[in-house]
């Protein structure tokens, strides 16, 4: 009963727009919360916290849990409730060395990560991440998440792409674990119930607009509540940014209408660098006409795929690893069976997963949700008809450059890191770069678990509880406002559902599985001349109440500045590397040319190779971006474990 009324105390406050969070250790320190009538003709609502999180989704919910429940007040701001966020579509697992179907090693998990980041990810978030997998695990598992089980009660894990025994030289590992095909379901709803076991608070539906900036220092961030049309400033010492992907800048892709790159957006409009963008994962199996995902656990489970003539064609591209070989391989291996004529249905545009063969028991346990799925959109009943499929936009490896702490890091002319005072960014919005050039399936779990606790750790060293901060001016934010004004009030030509229906077709068109020079140079040619049109955008509904077209707006601009980034970061990059693939470029161009024995070769450059990470720059008024490479990170955080040297990557 107490736990109930404690819940609706929660809800109540959180509709009259109030922060009241509590310390398990008493009331010393209760945020404030105060209405501020300077900003323009804007009232605006202030609050104080000692963290703000952007963001609902798996990453974020694991920082705020963990601070609130060591006694930070946290304000965790999402434009969709919390269990609405795109960790709920995640489907095949979370990867782990348990070892609970065979003998496991995190350095083996280590070493695939290097591998399937194509040697771009940093080895030392590498490290982090895998040798800190399995505890992440057991957290999730005592917290509630309904894992599968095997008969001696142990988490199930299943066999996916890129994972292997004994540093590749012992066979197909089973890694990943799974609850059934709904592991982000699961995870998501257990995260959101441990955090509201902590009272942890909530501004849901709310945009958030822009970070607030003083220099090199980020003071906290300003938001549009879209239930009332109030502007609110949440003034923290830290700032966590967890607003997943920007898959939505692309006509066909898995993911949720509300993966607008907002955060990654809100960074470049502070002048801060994005990293590694041109990197855009194409999963091989979306369902073909709809973009839904189908989970590589299907082809875990046994499942594989085949051409008109019904062969199995991953044979032919991974002749070891076959249809679990890493996703940029399958998908490249599926476009060219289409482009050379062997494609199926009448257009001979796609291809199929088949997993028939399998027992029917076995697909309803395992695989229910995509049974579902089948039935319900393409009208096939997998376990008597093959799936039809077709690569399709699923994850950016890109994003918010961090180091392994999560603390958001840029760049200096010369070259010089620095890290952003009081910001951080973890989940798919950052770019460790646990991921590098190709992220292997069921990491991305991993990593917002992972490097969700890693930023409220580090906040937890960094800083106290209730600390003073630093002087707040009270026109803070106005630039937001004004960007939100002008929008509101656009009187223009154009509508915003044609121009982002332009800029996705320039997408998929331009910057898709294959790339080339003359492709890209019009992709880019193209989204340039797009950029005035943003400002000659037309609004019918004016008001701030539930304004949809307003919102959808917004995310166009935000979607438009990674749209950028990406395409012209891809046609800087002059090789082939993880899911980057030019037709005109087809080699890695690393130091060294790996296909010979090192000894004796010199080795290149900086500026002679492309094994470095990208950092782009947007310029807002004009559109154009700038670019800036980085070292990548060989060194590993101990001893423990040696740097694994770049090789020729085969599956």
């Not at 819940?7 to 009331?27: A, Q, W």
């Not at 997993?355 to 579902?372: E, Q, W």
């Not at 799936?387 to 950016?396: D, E, G, L, M, S």
């Not at 004004?485 to 154009?494: C, F, N, P, W």
Request: with cysteine; charged share 25%.
């Amino acid at each position: 009963m107490k736990s109930m009324l404690r819940n609706l105390i929660n809800i109540k406050s959180f509709y009259k727009n109030v922060v009241r969070l509590k310390h398990e250790k008493g009331d010393a320190c209760i945020p404030k919360t105060k209405t501020n009538q300077d900003t323009r003709s804007y009232p605006t609502i202030d609050h104080t916290v000692d963290c703000v999180v952007v963001g609902a989704g798996g990453a974020g919910l694991r920082v705020s849990s963990r601070l609130v429940s060591n006694g930070y007040s946290v304000a965790v701001v999402s434009k969709v409730y919390p269990t609405r966020s795109h960790t709920v579509s995640a489907q095949g697992g979370i990867n782990a060395a348990l070892g609970n179907m065979e003998e496991d090693c995190w350095m083996w998990h280590f070493y695939d990560t290097i591998k399937g980041s194509d040697w771009l990810g940093d080895q030392d978030a590498i490290h982090y991440l895998t040798e800190t997998a399995p505890q992440a695990v057991l957290e999730l598992e005592n917290i509630g998440v309904p894992f599968s089980r095997l008969k001696n009660g142990k988490i199930y894990q299943r066999a996916f792409g890129g994972q292997s025994i004994d540093f590749g030289k012992g066979g197909q590992a089973h890694r990943t674990c799974a609850a059934a095909d709904r592991m982000g379901h699961a995870m998501l709803h257990a995260l959101y119930s441990n955090s509201m076991k902590h009272n942890v608070q909530f501004f849901s539906e709310y945009f958030c607009l822009d970070l607030i900036m003083e220099g090199n220092k980020c003071l906290g961030v300003i938001a549009l509540c879209m239930e009332d049309g109030s502007i609110h400033r949440f003034r923290a010492t830290n700032t966590v940014l967890a607003t997943g992907g920007a898959e939505r800048i692309y006509f066909s892709c898995t993911a949720a209408h509300t993966t607008t790159g907002d955060g990654n957006a809100m960074v470049s409009r502070a002048c801060l660098p994005l990293q590694d963008m041109e990197f855009v994962q194409f999963h091989p199996t979306g369902l073909y006409g709809q973009g839904i995902l189908v989970t590589e656990g299907a082809r875990g489970e046994g499942g594989f795929i085949i051409n008109s003539k019904g062969e199995r064609i991953m044979e032919k591209y991974a002749p070891n690893a076959k249809d679990l070989a890493s996703r940029d391989v399958v998908s490249r291996a599926i476009t060219v069976e289409i482009m050379e004529g062997r494609g199926v249905g009448e257009k001979k545009d796609h291809i199929y997963l088949q997993l028939t063969h399998l027992p029917a028991k076995l697909i309803h346990n395992r695989l229910p949700g995509i049974h579902d799925l089948c039935l319900t959109f393409v009208g096939v009943d997998c376990t008597k008809q093959p799936i039809p499929i077709i690569p399709t936009v699923h994850y950016n490896m890109g994003g918010i450059p961090t180091n392994y702490k999560g603390q958001v890091i840029t760049q200096s002319e010369d070259r010089e890191i620095k890290v952003v005072n009081g910001l951080y960014a973890c989940g798919e919005c950052a770019s460790a770069s646990v991921h590098g050039a190709n992220r292997l399936g069921a990491n991305s779990l991993l990593e917002i678990i992972v490097m969700g606790r890693a930023v409220a750790d580090t906040i937890i060293c960094d800083s106290k509880p209730c600390e003073k901060l630093e002087h707040f001016p009270s026109r803070s934010g106005e630039h937001a406002i004004a960007r939100l004004d002008q929008t509101r009030y656009a009187k223009g030509s154009l509508s915003v559902a044609n121009l982002r229906l332009e800029m996705q077709t320039i997408m998929q068109n331009h910057a898709s599985v294959f790339r080339t020079e003359k492709v890209l140079r019009e992709g880019c040619s193209k989204l340039y001349d797009l950029y005035p049109c943003l400002k000659d955008i037309k609004l019918h509904d004016r008001s701030l109440i539930w304004n949809s077209e307003l919102t959808e707006a917004l995310e166009l601009q935000n979607a438009y500045i990674c749209a950028m980034q990406i395409i012209v970061s891809a046609e800087n990059r002059k090789e082939s590397r993880g899911a980057h693939y030019r037709d005109d470029y087809k080699l890695r161009e690393d130091e060294y040319d790996y296909a010979k024995p090192v000894e004796g070769q010199k080795k290149r450059t900086f500026e002679e190779h492309f094994r470095k990470h990208t950092l782009s720059w947007m310029d807002m008024k004009t559109g154009k971006v700038h670019i800036q490479y980085r070292p990548v990170i060989d060194t590993t955080l101990s001893e423990e474990v040696a740097t694994v040297p770049p090789v020729l990557r085969k599956y």
